[in-house]
Protein backbone atom coordinates (compact mmCIF):
# COMPACT_ATOMS: atom_id res chain seq x y z
CA UNK A 1 0.00 0.00 0.00
CA UNK A 2 0.94 3.35 -0.81
CA UNK A 3 -0.60 6.91 0.86
CA UNK A 4 -0.48 9.77 -0.79
CA UNK A 5 -0.57 13.19 1.49
CA UNK A 6 -1.43 16.35 -0.31
CA UNK A 7 -0.95 19.82 1.72
CA UNK A 8 -0.74 23.09 0.52
CA UNK A 9 -3.95 24.13 -0.83
CA UNK A 10 -5.89 27.37 -0.29
CA UNK A 11 -7.88 30.45 -1.38
CA UNK A 12 -5.64 32.94 -3.17
CA UNK A 13 -6.75 35.74 -5.34
CA UNK A 14 -6.04 35.91 -9.04
CA UNK A 15 -2.70 36.48 -10.36
CA UNK A 16 -1.13 35.60 -6.91
CA UNK A 17 0.47 31.87 -6.12
CA UNK A 18 0.31 28.66 -4.15
CA UNK A 19 2.49 25.56 -3.83
CA UNK A 20 1.13 21.96 -3.50
CA UNK A 21 2.89 19.07 -2.37
CA UNK A 22 2.52 15.64 -1.80
CA UNK A 23 4.11 13.47 0.22
CA UNK A 24 4.62 9.36 -0.30
CA UNK A 25 4.20 6.94 2.09
CA UNK A 26 3.84 2.88 2.75
CA UNK A 27 5.21 0.35 0.23
CA UNK A 28 7.51 2.47 -2.16
CA UNK A 29 9.78 0.52 -4.10
CA UNK A 30 9.65 2.47 -7.53
CA UNK A 31 7.33 5.51 -7.73
CA UNK A 32 7.72 5.95 -11.19
CA UNK A 33 4.44 8.45 -12.18
CA UNK A 34 3.80 10.87 -9.95
CA UNK A 35 0.98 13.59 -11.14
CA UNK A 36 -1.45 16.29 -10.55
CA UNK A 37 -4.77 15.72 -11.34
CA UNK A 38 -8.09 18.40 -10.77
CA UNK A 39 -11.40 18.24 -10.75
CA UNK A 40 -13.72 21.38 -10.95
CA UNK A 41 -17.19 21.50 -9.91
CA UNK A 42 -19.80 19.64 -12.59
CA UNK A 43 -16.16 18.98 -15.00
CA UNK A 44 -14.47 15.63 -14.84
CA UNK A 45 -11.16 14.98 -13.48
CA UNK A 46 -8.25 16.12 -16.07
CA UNK A 47 -4.24 15.33 -15.34
CA UNK A 48 -2.38 18.90 -14.90
CA UNK A 49 0.92 17.84 -14.80
CA UNK A 50 3.36 14.58 -14.59
CA UNK A 51 6.40 13.69 -14.00
CA UNK A 52 8.68 10.37 -14.25
CA UNK A 53 11.27 9.02 -11.63
CA UNK A 54 13.85 10.21 -14.28
CA UNK A 55 12.28 13.92 -14.00
CA UNK A 56 10.45 13.89 -17.51
CA UNK A 57 7.26 16.37 -17.29
CA UNK A 58 4.44 16.64 -19.11
CA UNK A 59 1.48 19.59 -18.50
CA UNK A 60 -1.91 20.12 -19.78
CA UNK A 61 -1.90 23.14 -21.96
CA UNK A 62 -4.05 25.48 -19.88
CA UNK A 63 -1.31 25.46 -17.37
CA UNK A 64 1.89 25.34 -19.48
CA UNK A 65 4.26 28.80 -18.45
CA UNK A 66 2.29 29.23 -15.30
CA UNK A 67 2.81 25.79 -13.25
CA UNK A 68 5.96 23.62 -12.63
CA UNK A 69 6.10 20.12 -11.31
CA UNK A 70 9.02 19.17 -9.60
CA UNK A 71 9.51 16.16 -7.37
CA UNK A 72 12.09 14.95 -4.57
CA UNK A 73 13.02 11.45 -4.72
CA UNK A 74 14.48 11.11 -1.60
CA UNK A 75 11.95 12.36 0.45
CA UNK A 76 9.32 10.66 -2.06
CA UNK A 77 7.51 13.95 -2.80
CA UNK A 78 5.83 15.86 -5.30
CA UNK A 79 5.64 19.55 -5.67
CA UNK A 80 3.29 21.78 -7.89
CA UNK A 81 4.37 25.27 -7.85
CA UNK A 82 1.25 27.24 -9.45
CA UNK A 83 1.84 30.92 -10.55
CA UNK A 84 -0.54 33.82 -12.42
CA UNK A 85 -3.43 31.83 -11.04
CA UNK A 86 -6.65 31.93 -12.11
CA UNK A 87 -10.39 31.61 -11.23
CA UNK A 88 -10.69 28.47 -13.62
CA UNK A 89 -7.44 26.75 -11.84
CA UNK A 90 -10.41 26.48 -8.77
CA UNK A 91 -10.62 22.92 -8.16
CA UNK A 92 -10.08 20.03 -6.33
CA UNK A 93 -6.15 19.35 -6.42
CA UNK A 94 -5.39 15.23 -6.50
CA UNK A 95 -1.91 13.65 -6.28
CA UNK A 96 -1.15 10.27 -8.03
CA UNK A 97 1.26 7.68 -8.17
CA UNK A 98 2.33 5.18 -10.37
CA UNK A 99 4.09 1.82 -8.39
CA UNK A 100 4.54 -1.49 -9.56
CA UNK A 101 1.54 -1.34 -12.25
CA UNK A 102 -1.09 -0.02 -9.40
CA UNK A 103 -2.46 3.57 -9.34
CA UNK A 104 -2.62 5.51 -6.23
CA UNK A 105 -4.43 8.27 -5.08
CA UNK A 106 -4.32 11.07 -2.32
CA UNK A 107 -7.61 12.56 -1.46
CA UNK A 108 -7.23 15.84 -2.51
CA UNK A 109 -6.57 19.34 -1.54
CA UNK A 110 -8.80 22.25 -2.33
CA UNK A 111 -7.53 25.51 -4.61
CA UNK A 112 -9.93 28.11 -4.60
CA UNK A 113 -9.23 31.49 -6.95
CA UNK A 114 -11.19 34.15 -6.11
CA UNK A 115 -11.69 37.27 -8.99
Known amino acids: Q ?3 VESGGGLVQAGGSLRLSCAASGSIFSLNVMAWYR ?20 YADSVKGRF ?5 N ?16 TAVYYCYAFVIGLNYWGKGSLVTVSS
Do not use: F
Request: proline share 5%.
Open 74 to 89: AKNTVYLQMRSLKPED
Open 68 to 72: TISRD
Open 2 to 4: VQL
Open 39 to 58: QAPGKQRELVASITSGGSTN
